[in-house]
């Protein structure tokens, strides 16, 4: 994802830390800076099929809900 990904940000861990809705660390790892769209290209190199997009809004939802 490194190579794909266009913004100064760890997107490996990054996506597994949406993908397990940890908030906290998705916070720390840069991810209130993104949109759905920055994950696209992430999401069509993924060999699971993930749609990041998605995910990203449901955890910015819950961050946003949380306070």
Known sequence: YEEVMPLDIL???????????DTDTAQKLGAL??????????????????????????NLTRIEKEG
């Open 11 to 21: 997107p490996t861990q990054l996506l597994r830390s949406l993908i397990v809705s």
């Open 33 to 58: 800076e993104l949109d759905e769209e920055d994950l696209a290209l992430c999401s069509y190199v993924c060999a699971g099929k993930y749609e990041y997009g998605p995910i990203l809004r449901d």
